[in-house]
């Protein structure tokens, strides 16, 4: 599970700094699929651990301007097709599980209307 220490080190940023959006997308994912950071950047290959971190990396390539390599970077330095596999694979989901899309954009909103704090 994510922590308070991880949402009050990205939801406050320096002075002068922009809080940072893939920090953000993955705590919300993380908080929504109840897994912890950890193991979304980490190397585990449970599936509810893969959903979630293809749907952060989804959201990432989504709602930045990141490059896959730049995202990529951001999990624990996975390639750049690693990411491409995980944004087409989230993509075509969406378009054959509305449960899934109905996440997705829970989490999108949650995100976009600034809502960084974790749910209880």
Same mark, same amino acid.
């Given at each position: ?17 922009r809080p940072d959006l893939i ?8 908080a929504h699929f ?6 979304? *950047? &980490? ?6 651990? +893969?959903? %979630?971190?293809? !749907? ?33 694979? *989230? &993509? ?6 509305? +449960?899934? %899309?109905?996440? !997705? ?16």
């Open positions: 599970m994510t922590n308070a220490h991880d949402w009050i080190r990205v939801a406050t940023p320096i002075r002068g700094q920090q953000i997308i993955i705590l919300r994912v993380c109840m897994v912890s950071r950890l193991d979304v *950047i &980490s190397p585990r290959c449970a599936a509810h651990v +893969v959903r %979630a971190r293809h !749907v952060a990396m989804y959201l990432s390539k989504e709602l930045t301007s990141k490059t896959m390599a730049g995202i990529g970077l951001r999990f624990d330095h996975r390639d750049h097709t690693t990411v491409l596999h995980a944004v087409r694979k *989230i &993509s075509a989901q969406i378009q054959t599980d509305p +449960v899934l %899309a109905a996440e !997705v954009e829970a989490i999108r909103r949650q995100i976009e209307g600034g809502d960084h704090a974790p749910s209880e």
